[in-house]
């Protein structure tokens, strides 16, 4: 099974960025839609963003719309989150998830392949 590993998270001060990768242990991945989700200490894992197989169809969480872009790279087996405008409020452990479809969802339920996660702290 494809296993997932992101990078890139660190400690920012508010109204920074960072750009998070996800990278992918085989080629099997650039068939399958991808997302970013996020779990904050003490709460539920959220959805962030999804992009399809293709990257021609992207979709985001209303609290990151016009900050966060998400893209894929098929020929590195390499998905990113860019990340601009940072809040306090993004602190949160971020994970990539893989899917089988085309078609990236909202739904945690729907993805089967999960990172380890990367810390995002952003400080006020």
């Known amino acids: 099974q494809v296993q997932l590993v992101e990078s890139g998270g660190g400690l920012v001060q508010a109204g920074g960025s960072l750009r998070l990768s996800c990278a992918a242990s085989?080629?099997?991945?650039?068939?399958?839609?991808m997302a970013w989700f996020r779990q904050a200490p003490g709460k539920e894992r959220d959805f962030v963003a999804a992009?399809?197989?293709?990257?021609?169809?992207?979709m985001y969480a209303d609290s990151v719309k016009g900050r966060f872009t998400i893209s894929r790279d098929n020929a590195k087996n390499t998905v990113y989150l860019q990340m601009n405008n940072l809040k306090p409020e993004d602190t949160a452990v971020y994970y990539c998830?893989?899917?089988?479809?085309?078609?990236?969802?909202?739904?945690?339920?729907?993805?089967?392949?999960w990172g380890q996660g990367t810390q995002v702290t952003v400080s006020s």
């Open positions: 992009i399809s197989q293709s990257g021609a169809g992207t």
């Open positions: 998830a893989a899917r089988p479809g085309v078609l990236g969802r909202s739904s945690g339920a729907l993805y089967d392949t």
């Open positions: 085989e080629s099997s991945v650039s068939s399958k839609a």
